[in-house]
């Protein structure tokens, strides 16, 4: 079936869960790592129940900590 990760088309095996998605894309800090389907975001405690489909477009948003300063000084 094919999917699209961070924008880029893949082939991947039908049947094919978030949890091994996450591991075969190599994603650094995969414990931080939040993720979406088709702009729907999947709780990372379902991530091993969670069948990707055909068509589904998966995204990995990090989220960095930080705050202002230095801006606008």
Avoid: R
Avoid at 20 to 44: A, M, R
Avoid at 51 to 71: A, C
Wanted: aromatic content about 10%; proline content about 1%.
């Amino acid at each position: 079936m094919k999917i699209t990760v961070a924008g880029v088309q893949k082939e991947v095996a039908d049947g094919l869960t978030v949890a091994q998605l996450v591991i075969d894309e190599n994603v650094e800090t995969p414990q931080y790592v939040t993720v979406t389907i088709n702009d729907e975001f999947v709780e990372s405690g379902a991530f091993e129940s969670t069948v990707l489909h055909d068509g589904d477009s998966v995204e990995f948003l990090y989220f960095m900590g930080g705050g202002q300063y230095g801006i606008n000084e």
